[in-house]
């Protein structure tokens, strides 16, 4: 934050002029020496829908469609806002999260990029359906180097329902934009009072605004409208890797296991050209002696296969029931499938096909 201080005996006309042409906005605080000339921080805020933009519609009660109000009507609609940052609105999409695809992965991170190379802003908030913003957050911490922080936040009720969470939760999440102290915590999602980590977070409930929780870790950070608090220190470097070029990113494909699992849908998959599969495995990225020994064969026909888990929580570790060393298989440690999908396939568009390294990159990140 810049303070301006501007002589007692210039004129109010000549420092009004002064402040705007820095962009200022004039604080009213003066004593017998100077006026004082604060600037508020830069925000952009970049919308691509979701509940938090909302109609209620009239299949029941509770029913709603995604993206139908812009980013712009979300900010003018909390007025507050202009207490606290100078907020540049830009519309990248309005859809339902569901419907997140790579082509606006890549939008917004080569919006985000731009940005910062020509210090557009102080911080980013991207508002964003909560089905996938953890995805969307993960891919952005993955590829996505600055000091500024960039934050996600949406609403799990729509900006038509009586006690919509979303103007509170745009609030917070610009609050902590704004604030010096969100510099270096990579990407984070700011939902319910509550500041949680891009690689930690995920969504564990179908309609809680609690949602949000950063399993095998816990939340970084607590916030409301007067104050902004870490309790985890600063993120540690993880290896940078490139934004690919263009969409789609390359075909890695999630197979969910379960009990009496053969092996059809896998040679299936093999047949349609997949460059990865990540297993969402039973407890410790397991499955059927039938599947696993697909998957070997998938390895041998140059598939990349990365073990993970359906649980929800705890970490897949190597060569516990399963011999990862012999058959050749990536573990993706605290990872949930679908953020080992979208790290696999960054890898292997950055050009990453020996196992060794895929293996050290899901070990990067903690």
């Known amino acids: 934050m810049m303070i301006f201080k501007i002589p007692v005996k210039a004129s109010s006309a000549a420092?009004?002029?002064?402040?705007?042409?820095m962009g200022a906005t004039p604080a009213i605080s003066m004593n017998n020496q100077v006026h004082s000339i604060q600037t508020l921080p830069r925000i952009l805020v970049l919308a691509t829908g979701g509940t938090i933009s909302g109609k209620k519609n009239g299949m029941s009660e509770i029913g709603y469609n995604a993206g139908g109000v812009t980013g712009k009507q979300l900010v003018e609609d909390i007025p507050e806002l202009a207490k606290l940052a100078e907020i540049n609105v830009e519309q990248i999409a309005n859809i339902g999260s569901q419907d997140m695809n790579d082509a606006i992965w890549l939008r917004l991170a080569k919006?985000?990029?731009?940005?910062?190379?020509?210090?557009?802003?102080?911080?980013i908030v991207i508002t964003h359906g909560t089905d996938t913003m953890e995805e969307?957050?993960?891919?952005?911490?993955?590829?996505i180097r600055t000091d500024k922080p960039i934050i996600l936040t949406g609403a799990m009720r729509p900006s038509t329902a009586i006690g919509a969470d979303g103007p509170a939760n745009l609030y917070e999440a610009i609050e902590v934009a704004a604030n010096p102290k969100a510099k270096d915590h990579g990407v984070m999602i700011v939902m319910n009072d509550t500041i949680h980590a891009a690689r930690w977070a995920s969504k564990t409930h179908t309609t809680a605004v609690e949602t949000f929780q950063s399993i095998n870790a816990g939340p970084i950070g607590y916030v409301d409208p007067a104050s902004v608090r870490f309790i985890e220190p600063k993120k540690q470097p993880v290896p940078s890797y490139g934004l690919p070029t263009t969409a789609p990113l390359p075909a890695v494909e999630i197979l969910y296991a379960h009990s009496g699992m053969g092996a059809s849908i896998i040679n299936d998959l093999i047949k349609t050209g997949v460059k990865g599969i990540i297993l969402a495995g039973v407890g410790d990225g397991n499955s059927s002696k039938e599947a696993m020994a697909a998957l070997n064969l998938a390895v041998k026909q140059g598939v990349i296969v990365v073990r993970s888990s359906r649980t929800g929580s705890g970490f897949v570790n190597r060569n516990v029931e399963v011999n990862d060393d012999k058959n050749d298989f990536v573990v993706s440690y605290d990872l949930s499938p679908q953020k080992a999908r979208i790290l696999l396939q960054i890898l292997i568009a950055n050009g990453k096909n020996k196992l060794s390294d895929i293996q050290s990159a899901f070990e990067a990140g903690f």
């Open 136 to 143: 969307t957050a993960f891919f952005l911490d993955t590829v």
């Open 15 to 21: 420092a009004l002029a002064i402040c705007m042409m």
């Open 111 to 123: 919006r985000i990029q731009d940005a910062v190379a020509h210090n557009e802003a102080d911080g």
